[in-house]
């Protein structure tokens, strides 16, 4: 039997891709490189990205069609190629990020995203350039507190490769998994797909240069803290808790997480939020509702700096609800405590990086 192109074409012609429902022919798919040796067949198939989900499907199915259209005696090989640059690897992501922050609570209700949310403001106020990564998958709501709960990313074409483009809001490059799914629908993922989507909000988007990128972690020790100490050379944690006495023992964990011998991520310090109550008709009235100065006690005790202590007042409830957080307004009791923590978090991160080595991405699963 003599081979001859038309007749590959002709096989690889029955062959449907299921990114685009086209023929591999038809879609452009074959590549010009189709080489013919006796029985010996080579070529390469084009595929959008290095991670497109249906490439060893569709590699196989093209092979299978010559074999059933030409000849089962036919040695194929099928090398692939990509439109778009693949993803660079661990390490290599954001080489224009100077200090990557996460921002973490032991357990939910403890005000992390809110910290989270007005640190960036609060540091892009000071002049840094600021990107926010929202990493809860399960429970998103940064695109809420910084109104842009509409917004829809598009991608750019950067350097070879298709890129999710941040939302800019307060001078703050912003991404949420909250973009791109039903703001009231539950979502119902397994570890492995959220794993799977933090990394393309982390690699696959046009984070530029950035002072700081802060991440708002999700509550508690999970798979999605493991992907960030797996993907990113975290600089440094701040621990966000309340000063009641279940809230400090779940931040115990969120500190031992960072600072076990396996993970040796840096705690910046603690954030003492709702600290006290003070109402906004008697604003030099301070009411100790969750108790007092727990976290203060239990920074001295691990000896951790307290970088923070946030008031509990009605506003900073209504401001993150309305999408204007309060750091956006420094005249305020709660905006003046964000822009004193900012400038701690500086102060720290500078100290951090002149006296200890730069932190290294955890390689090995922790269990």
Same mark, same amino acid.
């Given at each position: 039997?003599?081979?001859?192109?038309?007749?590959?074409?002709?096989?690889?012609?029955?062959?449907?891709?299921?990114?685009?429902?086209?023929?591999?022919?038809?879609?452009?798919?074959?590549?010009d490189n189709l080489r013919i040796d006796g029985m010996k067949v080579s070529f390469s198939l084009i595929f959008p990205r290095d991670t497109d989900p249906f490439l060893k499907s569709t590699v196989k199915a093209a092979e299978a069609a010559i074999h059933y259209h030409v000849s089962k005696e036919v040695e194929v090989t099928i090398s692939t190629e990509y439109l778009s640059k693949p993803r660079p690897e661990v390490g290599k992501m954001l080489p224009n990020v100077k200090n990557v922050i996460a921002v973490s609570s032991g357990k939910g209700g403890?005000?992390?995203?809110?910290?989270?949310? *007005?640190? !960036?403001? &609060?540091? /892009? $106020?000071? =002049?840094?350039?600021?990107?926010?990564? @929202?990493?809860?998958?399960?429970?998103?709501?940064?695109?809420?507190?910084?109104?842009?709960?509409?917004?829809?990313?598009?991608?750019?074409?950067?350097?070879?490769?298709?890129?999710?483009?941040?939302v800019e809001k307060y001078g703050i490059k912003v991404l949420s998994i909250g973009f791109f799914v039903n703001p009231d629908t539950a979502t119902l993922w397994r570890g492995g797909m959220a794993s799977n989507a933090l990394k393309q909000l982390i690699a696959d988007a046009d984070w530029g240069d950035l002072d700081y990128f802060i991440l708002d972690t999700p509550p508690g020790t999970s798979d999605i803290h493991?992907?960030?100490?797996?993907?990113?050379?975290?600089?440094?944690?701040?621990?966000?808790?309340?000063?009641? *006495?279940? !809230?400090? &023992?779940? /931040? $115990?964990? =969120?500190?031992?997480?960072?600072?076990? @011998?396996?993970?040796?991520?840096?705690?910046?310090?603690?954030?003492?939020?709702?600290?006290?109550?003070?109402?906004?008709?008697?604003?030099?009235?301070?009411?100790?509702?969750?108790?007092?100065?727990?976290?203060?006690?239990?920074?001295?005790?691990?000896?951790?700096?307290?970088?923070?202590?946030?008031?509990?007042?009605?506003?900073?409830?209504?401001?993150?609800?309305?999408?204007?957080?309060?750091?956006?307004?420094?005249?305020?009791?709660?905006?003046?405590?964000?822009?004193?923590?900012?400038?701690?978090?500086?102060?720290?991160?500078?100290?951090?990086n002149k006296e200890q080595a730069p932190t290294k991405i955890v390689k090995t699963t922790i269990h």
């Open positions: 039997m003599t081979l001859y192109p038309k007749l590959i074409m002709d096989a690889l012609a029955t062959v449907i891709y299921p990114g685009n429902k086209k023929n591999l022919v038809e879609a452009d798919m074959v590549a403890v005000g992390k995203s809110t910290v989270a949310a *007005n640190l !960036a403001i &609060a540091l /892009a $106020r000071l =002049g840094y350039k600021v990107g926010l990564l @929202d990493c809860d998958i399960f429970g998103p709501s940064v695109p809420k507190m910084f109104q842009v709960e509409d917004a829809r990313p598009y991608a750019v074409k950067k350097d070879g490769r298709d890129l999710i483009e941040p493991l992907t960030l100490l797996q993907t990113l050379a975290i600089t440094g944690a701040v621990i966000v808790s309340t000063p009641q *006495n279940v !809230a400090l &023992a779940d /931040a $115990r964990k =969120g500190i031992d997480m960072y600072s076990n @011998d396996k993970v040796n991520v840096p705690i910046l310090g603690l954030v003492e939020n709702m600290a006290w109550f003070t109402p906004a008709e008697l604003p030099e009235n301070k009411y100790y509702i969750f108790g007092k100065e727990g976290c203060k006690n239990l920074a001295k005790e691990m000896n951790v700096p307290l970088l923070a202590q946030i008031p509990l007042v009605q506003s900073i409830c209504e401001n993150g609800d309305n999408g204007t957080p309060a750091a956006l307004d420094n005249s305020s009791i709660t905006g003046l405590a964000f822009l004193n923590l900012a400038q701690a978090v500086v102060t720290v991160v500078n100290r951090r």
